[in-house]
Each structure stands twice: as structure tokens, then as C-alpha cells.
């Protein structure tokens, strides 16, 4: 988005105005199996209706914050069953009576992923700035009386919220699409809170998946021109947690790894940024 661009779309954006680039108008190839699956067999929606279903609560959720997830249906993707890292999850989840945190959570449809994989719901918690995606969660995906996981509206530069009851009781948190909203400083302050709501010991675990770039820096952000975006390689996101280990007197092994949009995941009209990536990380205590 270019500089001069800026007011203007601001104004579509107060507006939740649809005439943007990052609002898909059609569906396409972003309810994968995988979405598909969840919403027939753990939310018992018709196979004929789940199409309907999803435009619905997505142009509800719209009209709560146009970001590009909502926008692009990038809520479909599950993401963290993508992770190379997902087997071992599960596993520490469901055997051994863990807690997961997921940082940003939306609608919550990584959790109802764990769910339906066989994690109890009663150990997994979402947190998010808007409180109206949670009931919009279980407009998705019909499970209000049911689920019986956690969801905390919360923000996580503020610590007196109610993220402080879940200091050092976390095992594994999930931070997907939700790094990258911010600078590179604010970055560093999100880490330090995840330092210090993870549990202490080694092992904790954060891992998640967000847009990246060859050449790491700061970029114009999409839908708040006030507030500028960090994009990291892997280089830059090693640092950073380097710093957060010093600053935190912790130390933390480090994966990251660039991969290319074609892979199926990237920012809304990629094609503008050749060197525009999405990076995929986990950082493990030591």
C-alpha cells in the first residue's frame, strides 16, 4: 500500500467498506478439507450448507474489524495442524495434561481443531482484543453448550488484564498472524509477556506462523496507518529472541524458516512484494 493511499483507505476501513484488496468476494480454494471436515463432523453442519455458513460469519465478523484473516478466509486454514511440530502437541496435550494458550485467537478455530483431534477442551484458552469473535466462534462452529474451553478478552500490552491469572500456568501457546501486527519493539514487549505467562520450565513452547520478508524491516501497516508492522527473516527473528532472553534472563532454542506463498499461505495480493514471505517459527525454552 503506498504512502497516498493511506486516507483513503482508512476511510474504507472505518467504513468496513468491501472495495479493499484484502476482501475476497468468493470463497475459492480456502475451505480445504480440512476446515470442510471440522464444520461437518464437529460442528454437524450439512455439507450443502457450510459454504453459506462461512460467508455468513465472516461478513459478521466484518463488520467487528475488517482484518485481512477475516477478509481473505485465512481463518480456514487451521494452521496449526500444518506445523511440523503438531504430533508432538497433540501428544503433550492429550497425555499429558498441558496447557495451551492461543494468542490472537479469532473465532478460536485452532482450539476446536485440537478439540476435534482429541485434546480436552477444559485445558485450551483463546485470547483476543475483540470479544465479539468469540461468540462469533460458536456461531461457526455450534458448539456453545459444549465447549468447555476458555476465552479471554484481553490486551497484551496491559498487565493488569486478565492474562495475569494465567502467569506461568501455560505449557504451549500458539501466536499465529498476531507478531507481525506490531513494530519491532512492541514485538519484543509481546515476547516478554509470553515469557512470562508460559510455565518455567523446559520445553514451553510458542510456535506459530505469520507474514515474513526476505529483507526483514519495518512496513506500512494495512488497517491502522498510526501503527507501522515488523516483518521478520529468519535471521531477525533469532535476534529478536535473543534479545528477549537477555532481557528475561531465559534462554530459548529458536526454528524459523521462510517459505514461499505458493506454498498456500500469504498476505492478501503477494504478487506486489517479490520479496514478501510468510516465516514459520517455533521457540522452545531451554
Not at 124 to 147: I, N, V
Not at 219 to 241: G, I, L, Y
Not at 257 to 276: C, I, M, V, Y
Request: glycine content about 8%.
Amino acid at each position: 500500500m503506498a504512502q497516498t493511499d493511506i486516507p483513503d483507505a482508512l476511510q474504507k476501513i472505518e467504513a468496513r467498506e468491501k472495495d479493499v484488496p484484502w476482501y475476497n468476494p468468493d470463497i475459492g480454494n480456502k475451505l480445504g478439507d480440512s476446515a470442510r471436515e471440522l464444520l461437518e463432523n464437529y460442528s454437524k453442519i450439512p455439507a450443502t450448507e457450510v459454504e453459506d455458513h462461512v460467508y455468513k460469519i465472516r461478513d459478521e465478523a466484518w463488520q467487528v474489524w475488517p482484518y485481512p484473516c477475516i477478509g481473505g478466509f485465512r481463518f480456514l486454514d487451521l494452521a496449526i495442524s500444518l506445523s511440523p511440530n503438531y504430533p508432538t502437541i497433540l501428544q503433550r496435550l492429550k497425555t499429558g495434561g498441558e496447557n495451551f494458550l492461543d494468542l490472537g485467537c479469532c473465532f478460536g478455530q485452532e482450539i476446536r481443531r485440537l478439540v476435534h483431534d482429541g485434546v480436552p477442551s477444559s485445558h485450551l484458552w483463546g485470547t483476543d482484543l475483540r470479544p465479539e469473535f468469540f461468540d462469533l466462534g460458536y456461531k461457526l462452529f455450534q458448539d456453545k453448550d459444549t465447549l468447555k474451553s476458555k476465552f479471554i478478552a484481553a490486551d497484551i500490552f496491559d498487565p493488569s488484564s486478565p492474562l495475569k491469572d494465567l502467569e506461568g500456568k501455560i505449557d504451549i501457546i500458539y501466536a499465529g498472524s498476531f507478531l507481525h501486527l506490531f513494530n519491532y519493539e512492541q514485538q519484543i514487549a509481546v515476547c516478554k509477556r509470553i515469557v512470562q505467562i508460559l510455565r518455567a520450565k523446559k520445553g514451553s513452547l510458542v510456535l506459530g506462523r505469520q507474514v515474513g520478508n526476505l529483507e526483514a524491516g519495518e512496513r506500512v501497516h494495512r488497517t491502522n496507518a498510526a501503527q507501522s508492522m515488523f516483518r521478520h527473516n529468519e535471521e531477525s527473528f533469532k535476534k529478536m529472541w535473543a534479545e528477549v532472553g537477555e532481557a528475561t534472563g531465559t534462554k530459548w532454542k529458536v526454528d524459523a524458516n521462510l517459505f514461499e506463498h505458493s506454498e498456500g499461505w500469504g498476505p492478501a495480493n503477494a504478487s506486489r512484494d517479490q520479496t514478501g514471505r510468510a516465516i514459520r517459527f517455533a521457540v522452545w525454552r531451554e
